[in-house]
């Protein structure tokens, strides 16, 4: 650089993306969502490889955010968590960036959702503007991550016996609604 000359940094915008009930298909008990325990049970919703190449296509980067407690409390190893992260990787090759909170969810951590920890240490990483990102999930802590990130967010609705904390942005019904809302709403400049 000469001198008096300034380095100038591009923030991209990105789309953050719960796992669980997003992207995958959740398991339902007692009409609450829980994560798949084994590989084989890990199943993409429909259209989930199109919707992402439509989001990358927009000039979004990808970030998955995901808390699995089931880890953190012993009940879950961690290398079935990381080869389902693999197998999403290799199926859905537009994802940039998977990032995991393994806290057991019984104290606070600033990487689990709701805290925003995850979505901003992606965005340090990755030079994510978060003004023009997105959170997509399908719980009330991903809406309130968002939120508390300074994000846009789009609310998964499956009527979960759940309440949400925070009002989010759009409520829809399938991914694929979802990533449309995202397309129609921005202007990537």
Not at 29 to 56: M, W
Not at 59 to 76: I, K, S
Not at 114 to 139: C, H, N, Q, T, Y
């Amino acid at each position: 650089m000469g001198i008096g000359l300034t380095k100038i940094t591009v923030l991209k915008p990105a789309v953050f993306l719960d796992r669980d009930g997003t992207l995958n298909v959740q398991v339902i008990r007692d009409g609450k969502p829980y994560a798949p325990r084994e590989l084989k049970d890990f199943t993409l919703f429909p259209n989930v490889i199109e919707s992402c190449e439509a989001l990358k296509e927009a000039g979004f980067l990808l970030v998955v955010a995901t808390n699995q407690p089931d880890v953190g409390r012993g009940d879950m190893p961690q290398a079935t968590v990381e080869a389902m992260h693999a197998e999403l990787l290799k199926v859905v090759p537009s994802i940039d960036l998977i990032e995991v909170a393994y806290d057991s969810g019984k104290e606070p951590a600033h990487r689990r959702k709701p805290e925003p920890g995850m979505l901003l240490d992606a965005a340090k990483a990755l030079g994510i503007d978060l003004r023009r990102s997105w959170m997509v999930g399908d719980r009330w802590r991903d809406v309130d991550c968002g939120k508390r990130a300074g994000v846009k967010t789009v609310f998964i609705d499956f009527s979960y016996d759940e309440v949400l904390h925070a009002k989010p942005d759009f409520t829809v019904s399938s991914f694929k609604d979802a990533v449309s809302t995202i397309l129609k709403a921005s202007t990537l400049g």
